[in-house]
């Protein structure tokens, strides 16, 4: 049964700095790894979505990198900013059209 | 591209009473989702849909659960004999077909049951 794990569960950064979300996954048999961010009471928004032959990639200040072998993949945003501010997931899509999805990482970032 | 719209946005119920919620999905999208999230944790899946059949039923589906789409369009999920286990954000996302392909959300129905 695959699980997916994310840490930290919570971060609080202050304006300007870059940061490293992580996401675990346990069964490599994946299609594609997607994140998304969710702000409270909302859905959610899709960010970037990694095909299982790909490595990284890039939007803007978001840079999201893909490591089948090993069950990992990272979220990587540039000069953050008050507006990300939001919790953050990343989901997998497992053979058989099962999406799991992480808990999330809660990302604060101070003015 | 209007987006996914789900209706109502908010339902307070009593336990015991049925309750149906309605997912528009973006009009060209021919696969439609069906998540349940609860407080603190990610979407959890429910069920999928490919224009109007429905291909995979997650074990959380009990046989309370049931989702329909009847043209391929819209799509309702309905709860049965609601129980305090119910209460939770329901989301519908949906996508283009292909297992590559983005999904897209709906700002979810949240179900409160008194």
């Known amino acids: 049964k695959q699980e997916v794990t994310q840490i930290p569960a919570a971060l609080s950064v202050p304006e300007g700095e870059n940061l490293v979300l992580n996401c675990s996954f346990t069964d490599s048999a994946i299609y594609n790894l997607q994140w998304f961010r969710q702000d409270p009471g909302k859905g959610l928004t899709s960010l970037l979505l990694i095909q299982s032959s790909q490595r990284e990639q890039t939007s803007g200040r978001l840079n999201a990198s893909l490591d089948k072998s090993s069950g990992r993949s990272t979220l990587y945003i540039a000069a953050s900013q008050p507006g990300d501010s939001a919790t953050y997931l990343c989901a997998v899509a497992n053979y058989g059209q099962n999406f799991v999805f992480g808990p999330g990482t809660r990302l604060s970032v101070l003015p | 591209d209007t987006g996914v719209s789900q209706d109502p946005r908010h339902k307070i119920t009593k336990r015991g009473q049925n309750v149906t919620f309605r997912c528009d999905p973006i009009s060209e999208h021919n696969r439609l989702y069906w998540y349940r999230q609860t407080l603190g944790q990610g979407p959890e899946f429910l069920t999928y849909?490919?224009?109007?059949?429905?291909?995979?039923k997650s074990r959380l589906l009990s046989d309370r659960f049931s989702a329909e789409r009847p043209k391929g369009s819209f799509s309702t999920l309905e709860i049965q004999r609601t129980e305090q286990g119910d209460s939770a954000m329901y989301l519908c996302?949906?996508?283009?077909?292909?297992?590559?392909?983005?999904?897209?959300f709906g700002d979810g129905t949240r179900l409160s049951i008194l």
């Open positions: 996302a949906s996508s283009l077909d292909g297992v590559n392909q983005p999904q897209h």
């Open positions: 849909f490919q224009n109007e059949a429905q291909l995979e």
